[in-house]
């Protein structure tokens, strides 16, 4: 059974870091890209980062490019996100989710998800 | 950033048939598939449609897509109290180099 597991949030204050970690099981990690996406309250789904089966290849939305960094270790079935210089619009549930190929091209969509990790900037 | 366009909101009593609307552009829904996603708040959003128009194993066939042009629809038949939560379409968008969703549309079942 494939589950994706979340943790790290918090509370955090503006201008902090915080790093989320997804641990994941039930299929052979390194052979996948996987995602970050986050759901800002009363808003909707908003894509946040990826990263290819081999860790070689990322991507950002424009709203995190600098601030966050997408990683994972294949060794320990891990995905990472360091989250620097966290703004109050950074504050979300972030979501992982388990891609269908190793590369991040399309068509691709999301089979598993996490149930996610809230993450509140706020002094 | 932009978004695909859905209605807010959405509603139909048990049995009716409803239609949710997704609308895009030429830079993803255009050039690209459309996936549909259920998300019940406080859990894992799912999988519902994937392709424009296939279902992953264990999704009823109640739900179907379908997509034309820069414009895509996620219909659900025989509706049920189950139904009641939050739908999302998802397309990859060239332009941003990464999956772009709709902004959610709520379905009520009264």
């Known amino acids: 059974e494939v589950q994706l597991l979340e943790s790290g949030g918090g509370l955090v204050q503006p201008g902090g870091s915080v790093r989320l970690a997804c641990a994941a099981s039930g299929f052979t990690f390194s052979s996948y890209a996987v995602t970050w996406v986050r759901q800002a309250p009363g808003k909707g789904l908003e894509w946040v980062s990826s990263i290819g089966g081999s860790g070689s290849t990322t991507r950002y939305a424009d709203s995190v490019k600098g601030r966050f960094t997408i990683s994972r270790d294949n060794s320990k079935n891990t995905l990472n996100l360091q989250m620097n210089s966290l703004r109050a619009e950074d504050t979300a549930v972030y979501y992982c989710?388990?891609?269908?190929?190793?590369?991040?091209?399309?068509?691709?969509?999301?089979?598993?998800w996490g149930q996610g990790t809230l993450v509140t900037v706020s002094s | 950033q932009s978004v695909l366009t859905q209605p807010p909101s959405a509603s139909g009593t048990p049995g009716q048939r409803v239609t949710i609307s997704c609308s895009g552009s030429s830079s993803n829904i255009g050039s690209n598939t459309v996936n549909w996603y259920q998300h019940l708040p406080g859990a894992a959003p799912k999988l519902l449609i994937y392709s424009n128009n296939l279902r992953p194993s264990g999704v009823p066939d109640r739900f179907s897509g379908s997509k034309s042009g820069t414009s895509a629809s996620l219909a659900i038949s025989g509706l049920q109290s189950e139904d009641d939560s939050d739908y999302y379409c998802a397309a990859w968008d060239d332009s941003l180099n990464g999956p772009l969703f709709g902004g959610g549309t709520k379905l009520t079942v009264l």
């Open positions: 989710a388990k891609g269908v190929t190793k590369w991040l091209q399309p068509p691709d969509h999301f089979d598993y």
